[in-house]
T-cell receptor
């Protein structure tokens, strides 16, 4: 079974721009979670989607948003980028009724 | 108090020895516990999951859970240089519909040949 895939893998943006990241879960997985990883804060939960609905949300500003499509693929969007948004953005998927999350390779975002 | 606490290390262990990694958590309703391994520049990779008190073994890895003490640990036997990585402890409430994982900051493990 193919793992979680994320695109793009690397991204460079400037302050004020917006960015959209994409995640395709493991086939059959309907839950997709997004995390931000930075050296200072570690891994922090952004939000989780299941069947196109956001079920859980972390403590991030409204500039961070996401959505999920009917095929379970998910996107997250960050508007009005700030320098502090530079991070590794990780997507993880889990199967229905399963709590184990499997991570994709991540998208490394650099904001200049 | 952080929700999930780990000693950041670095923890240095000779090759062939047992590496012991510890994690404490503050949310008493936590039910599911996970250990992930993360190599530098890579994403976290699941090593072990544990849900019940006691020990769970998988190859060279043993996870130990003590819910009364709110403590979970990971033992790595016969440590190999390839085990050198950051180990992340993750916790969630364990109920379907609440998939949020709360992570510790990780323990950096170095296996010395």
């Amino acid at each position: 079974k193919a793992g979680v895939t994320q695109t793009p893998r690397y991204l460079i943006k400037t302050r004020g721009q917006q960015v959209t990241l994409s995640c395709s879960p493991i086939s059959g997985h309907r839950s997709v979670s997004w995390y931000q990883q930075t050296p200072g804060q570690g891994l922090q939960f952004l939000f989780e989607y299941f069947s196109e609905t956001q079920r859980n949300k972390g403590n991030f500003p409204g500039r961070f948003s996401g959505r999920q499509f009917s095929n379970s693929r998910s996107e997250m969007n960050v508007s009005t980028l700030e320098l502090g948004d530079s991070a590794l953005y990780l997507c993880a998927s889990s199967g229905q009724g399963a709590l184990t999350q499997y991570f994709g390779p991540g998208t490394r975002l650099l904001v200049l | 108090q952080k929700e999930v606490e780990q000693n950041s290390g670095p923890l240095s262990v000779p090759e062939g020895a047992i590496a012991s990694l510890n994690c404490t958590y503050s949310d008493r309703v936590s039910q599911s516990f996970f250990w992930y391994r993360q190599y530098s520049g890579k994403s976290p990779e699941l090593i072990m999951s544990i849900y019940s008190n006691g020990d769970k073994e998988d190859g060279r890895f043993t996870a130990q859970l003590n819910k009364a003490s709110q403590y979970v640990s990971l033992l790595i036997r016969d440590s190999q240089p390839s085990d050198s990585a950051t180990y992340l402890c993750a916790v969630n409430r364990g109920n379907f519909g609440n998939e949020k994982l709360t992570f510790g900051t990780g323990t950096r493990l170095t296996i010395i040949p």
